[in-house]
């Protein structure tokens, strides 16, 4: 690779896949004949242990691939595969291809690889058959796995009753081959594995050998409490050993200790290995061939202050090669790359698309319904559990069905296009599809509808896995029955159906960015960088946000002047209109078309912008705890951080410092973590350590969640003789003011768990980790822009991995600490994230409305204004009409969500796609025997 931002080269070398992608149906036929297995059952990535397998359910379409242990490619043998093969689609004379491409960014998202305990190694992985790692666990409970979703032991077959999980396998740790660094997903990994455990066996005993639970992420906390409650799930805070296999039945005894039993040892049926995260194993081939650099782990160096930037300009990073990230970070990176790139890119957008063509659509409405049904086994998902060939035949039975067939994942590409001919060919005028969810797939089915020439509002989805096969796992029969009825229901709905149509919206191409903070300048930025005018509104006098109180990083960085160079390039930017001291009066409008009036420093304002972005940032606790506001040692982080920054006096001369971390948070009140506490507090103990060498610092914390990178400044701080002191929720720390020797001093009093004491240290200066709150305006803000906030009330994301900066509201986003307390570089990269979701909207002359709105029967309207009091959207109004006054509702602003119509005292509003006939003549096919 070679060349500069915006004009680089890049020559590829494509292997051969010995596959016709386009002639491959994934009919299985090969994988059948194949001579060679495996002998590992946990074969990560196939559907077989073959050396030609049929990937699912990650990828679509659904086609043969052929691995390394292929005879004939080791040696020359056998071709079994290609002369079964009906459709000729596999072709060993194939051979590698270059290329050589033009290109004007690079984004890089090698991911990472799975830390590996080297067989002999402690825990004695595949040495001892039942101690297997946590992504071995994962295929157990996958039902597209070794034993189709049954949790089984590897030894015997039999299913374990009584677990153990053993975390920070491979990482904190300063071994040889292991990593010294946090990787950040494995606690709530375990959590996860712990529940479906309990949910596939209640009377499993599940027991998590742990140093510290890193529950910091959005939800997190409540859902470590979830696994914690659950009966028969210990969580013990020890360090563990594998000591021995018993020979008899293949039982694995742990050694552990614990503060009140001492050390003991456990026999467990089955030992699970959270294994942690490596950088990819090709990385420095990665980086020499791109010319970036790395950081110590192997990992890409990122920009210190946006983890998408590489050390070389116009190559840009995504995913978990920054480092361990969990999914929402890797989503809102990823679209924060494509921004970052669409930055350098912005002059010849939309060069290279095309607009997509659909047949004319075929009118349907005189036909009588001719309804074509197709049953989902998506993989074993929903085949292991319901009988599909028994609801297809049922299906052929129902009233109005003239064709059914099953289908082993309808959502992919060869099966939709299957659907589609179909539709044309067999004359179907509505399609059922029994499958999933429709929140992800269905836009995909319409779609083939569209592509069939039928009106894409004929689908009906019947939802048999999250409704069905998935909650009657161990009732199968019930299940095939259950089956049958959803999609009893689903034909009787599918069969009054309506043709609809959508509305196309034109789309200002400006945005709204409300806070001037981090998040909010950044995401500004980087849409006026891409030719959109921005308008900035902060509602203090500067712009800067809480970072204007912040002096540096745990890595280093001086805040102060990248929070400068950030307010100079904003005002500076010709594209972005900054208003200061603003208050938004008004906000409404819909996706494309929003209309903001605010008061602010420079006067009134009415802003026309096509998307919005939130980015108020957080408050911070006020602690009432502690002594704080009575006695002036007892200080916030926030405020001991300006003192340092400043060489306070106070700061020089202190003889101990003790820091208090979780006030105000992970409590009744405030179940959550604030994320960025343990983190600020190492960051300022090795300040401080470092301007008052003598001093005596103690951190209390109930939890050090110090992940990713930060656990080795976690490490570094302990080295130099920062003591950390642990304490439970029960016994939390008490200060007091005291005299010792003459001199005034603060003295906390606390039991030491692990020393089995109780400690009175005196002190001269007391830090509390305050919790980070929403901001004062968050609930405000809401009501203004229609969206939702979550039950801590932060503001609540439309999918919390799939969509985690775009709100339920078409248009509007979200980025920073208003959406959860996060550092400055997660801000940055969800703030370009963010930006990204705005210009994919921008970028469109027009957006699409759905179909699915209210409309009102003016005979029947009484004009008693119920529905117009429900509407969260201001979506329905009063007209004056030749029969007076009558509800109305503008399409365009309507969300379908019902609510006007449970209000409607005289039935006169009607859902679209959802009308009373429709509805009712499905809950009537429920009370028809099947």
């Known amino acids: ?93 194939q051979r590698p291809r270059k290329k050589e491409i033009n290109v004007g960014a690079i984004i890089l998202a090698p991911g990472m690889e799975t830390f590996d305990p080297q067989p002999g190694s402690e825990y004695h992985y595949k040495e001892f058959a039942n101690v297997i790692t946590s992504l071995d666990f994962e295929r157990l409970l996958s039902s ?193 790359a494509g921004s970052l ?24 409405c005189g036909e009588a319904p001719r309804i074509g049904v197709f049953v989902c086994h998506c993989g074993a998902n929903i085949g292991r559990i319901v009988n599909v060939p028994s609801v297809v035949d049922y299906a052929l039975s129902l009233p109005n069905v003239v064709y059914a067939r099953e289908q082993l994942f309808s959502c992919a590409t060869n099966s939709a296009r299957e659907i589609s001919d179909l539709v044309k060919e067999k004359g179907l005028n509505r399609v059922v599809v029994a499958a999933c969810s429709p929140r992800t797939l269905e836009p995909l089915f319409r779609d083939t ?114 929070v400068s160079d950030l307010i100079q390039k904003v005002h500076r930017h010709q594209r972005v209109h900054v208003y200061t001291e603003a208050q938004i009066t008004d906000a409404k409008g819909y996706v494309g078309n929003f209309t903001t009036t605010a008061k602010s420093a420079r006067g009134p304002v009415q802003i026309r912008h096509g998307a919005t972005v939130i980015a108020i940032g957080a408050d911070l606790h006020r602690p009432t705890e502690y002594l704080y506001g009575q006695d002036p040692r007892v200080l916030t982080q926030l405020e001991l951080e300006q003192k340092i920054a400043q060489s306070d006096p106070g700061v020089l001369q202190c003889r101990g410092l003790a820091m208090i971390q979780c006030v105000g948070c992970r409590q009744k009140d405030r179940n959550y973590c604030s994320r960025i ?24 914390f109930r939890d050090m969640r110090t992940y990713g990178f930060k656990e080795d400044y976690y490490r570094e701080a302990a080295a130099k003789d920062i003591k950390f002191i642990r304490y439970e929720p029960a016994e939390k720390p008490v200060i007091e003011a005291a005299t010792e020797e003459g001199r005034p001093v603060l003295r906390i009093s606390a039991p030491d768990p692990v020393l089995g004491v109780n400690l009175a240290l005196d002190v001269d200066l007391v830090a509390l980790s305050a919790a980070v709150i929403p901001s004062a305006q968050t609930a405000e803000i809401a009501g203004l822009f229609k969206v939702s906030l979550s039950p801590d009330g932060f503001f609540k994301e439309a999918h919390v991995k799939l969509r985690p900066v775009d709100f339920g509201t078409d248009g509007v986003y979200l980025c920073g600490a208003a959406h959860y307390p996060k550092f400055i570089r997660e801000t940055v990269s969800q703030a370009c994230g963010a930006a990204g979701r705005v210009l994919a909207l921008l970028s469109n002359d027009t957006v699409v409305a759905s179909g699915s709105v209210c409309e009102v029967q003016e005979d029947r309207c009484i004009a008693c204004g119920a529905c117009i009091s429900v509407c969260s959207y201001g979506a329905i109004e009063f007209k004056t009409t030749p029969k007076g006054r009558k509800a109305t509702v503008n399409p365009v602003l309507c969300k379908g969500d019902g609510l006007c119509n449970t209000k409607c005292a005289t039935n006169a509003i009607q859902l679209k796609h959802f009308t009373d006939e429709e509805l009712l003549n499905e809950i009537d096919a429920v009370l028809i025997s099947g």
């Open 144 to 336: 597209t796995g070794p034993f189709q979703g049954e949790t089984l032991r590897p030894s015997d077959g039999k299913h374990p009753e009584k677990i153990a999980w053993i975390q920070c396998v491979g990482s904190r740790r300063i071994l040889p081959g292991a990593n010294t660094y946090c990787s950040a997903v494995c606690c709530t990994y375990t959590q996860k594995q712990v529940i479906l455990t309990k949910d596939h066996s209640p009377e499993a005993e599940c027991t998590v050998f742990h140093n510290d639970i890193r529950a910091y992420g959005k939800d997190f906390e409540r859902y470590f409490e979830k696994a914690e409650g659950l009966p028969g799930v210990r969580f013990i805070r020890s360090f563990v050993s594998v000591e021995k296999e018993n020979p008899e039945n293949g039982n694995i005894t742990l050694r552990y200790a614990t503060a009140d039993e001492g050390v003991k040892e456990e026999e467990f049926e089955m030992v699970v290995l959270s294994v942690g995260l490596n950088a990819p194993s090709d990385s420095r081939t990665i980086a020499a061939k791109f010319g970036i650099e790395l950081e110590s782990h192997g990992f890409c160096m990122s920009d210190p202050l946006n983890p998408v930037k590489t050390s070389r300009p116009g190559i840009f990073i995504s995913g978990a090669f920054q480092g361990p990230v969990d999914i929402p970070e890797s989503v809102f990176g990823a679209s924060g």
């Open 1 to 93: 690779m070679e060349g500069e931002p915006g004009a680089f080269k890049v020559r590829l070398t494509k292997k051969p896949k010995y596959i016709l992608e386009d002639k491959c149906t994934g009919c299985t036929t090969c994988v059948e004949n194949c001579p060679v297995t495996y002998p590992d059952v946990f074969n990560q990535r196939i559907s077989r242990n073959k050396a030609i397998h049929i990937y699912f359910p990650q990828a679509i379409p659904l086609v043969a691939y052929i691995d390394e242990s292929c005879l004939y490619l080791k040696e020359k043998k056998c071709r079994i595969c290609a002369a079964v093969c009906k459709n000729g689609a596999i072709d060993f004379n």
């Open 341 to 364: 790139a669409g930055e350098l890119l912005n002059s010849r957008r939309g060069g290279l698309s095309k607009t997509r063509a659909y047949p004319p659509e075929r009118d349907v």
């Open 677 to 700: 506490c343990c983190g600020n507090a190492v960051k300022n103990a090795l300040k401080f350590r470092q301007m008052n060498p003598q001093a005596d610092i103690y951190i209390f």
């Open 449 to 562: 509808l569209r592509e069939a020439g039928i009106n894409q509002y004929f689908f009906e989805m019947a939802n048999i896995r999250e409704h069905c096969s998935w909650v009657h796992s161990k009732e199968k029969e019930k299940a095939t029955r259950k089956a049958k009825d959803i999609v009893r229901m689903s034909v009787a709905r599918a069969g009054l159906l309506e043709p609809l149509r959508e509305y196309d919206l034109p789309v200002d191409k400006s945005a709204l960015v409300v806070g001037g903070g981090i998040a909010g300048m950044s995401c500004a930025l980087s849409i006026a960088n891409q030719g959109h005018d921005v308008y900035l509104l902060e509602k203090d006098r500067e712009l800067g946000g809480m970072a204007r109180k912040l002096h540096y990083t745990l890595e280093g960085l001086d805040v102060q002047a990248c």
